[in-house]
């Protein structure tokens, strides 16, 4: 089962370089990711309530310690689930664990209980666990308590929402490197919708992006009403 995922999908996109950083305190978090090999913490726990980059993080923590030849493995659970928490056997033999969205599956006994031993066995062999999550660990949404402990035993972060003007140079970065042609006047304007969490904006983004290329013209807010 552990062979339908691959150690991590390298994405040379997705780096702590060009992340984009709202406060210092993410300058922090990323700090600690890297001298993670070096210190006493085993594990983060980096939550926000909001679309604020975490994924990014995981991929730029795989991609930045893959150059440093560990070996690293993206687990995205939101996308695991079907496979069922036997998915989960044999991942403590990686250097880095980078679990996404760990609280999809609070609530579910057997997936909870699989992560609980996936960890004790991590832990064990002194490698090292990055976890990010919708939920803060003060919720009480885990059922396994042995769970909720071992969670809070790492650092544990919570990542600021964006303010507009990070969300405009994300959808800006997002512009260039797909190589939309789109005018920056549409980034502005898609703020002033009424459903602007940063996911959704990112998902209307890629269809004016993909319009755009479809027909081969620049695509500024006067042609939105036509896509």
Sequence with gaps: MNQLILPYQKNTKQTFSNFIRSNKLEDQIINNI???FFSSNNQLYLWSNTSCGKSHILYSA?????NESKKCVYLPLKELGSYGPDILLGFEQYDLICIDDIDYMFGKSNWELAIFNLINKILDNSHKIIYTSSKSLLEKNISL?????RLSWGLVFKLSSYND???IKILKKIIQENEYNISDDVCSHLLKKETRDLSSLVKHLHK???YSLSINKRVSVRQLSEI
């Design 34 to 36: 890297k001298e993670i």
């Design 145 to 149: 308590q042995d769970l909720h402990s």
């Design 208 to 210: 004016i992006g993909l």
């Design 62 to 66: 795989c991609n930045y310690f893959g």
């Design 165 to 167: 003007d990070t969300k």
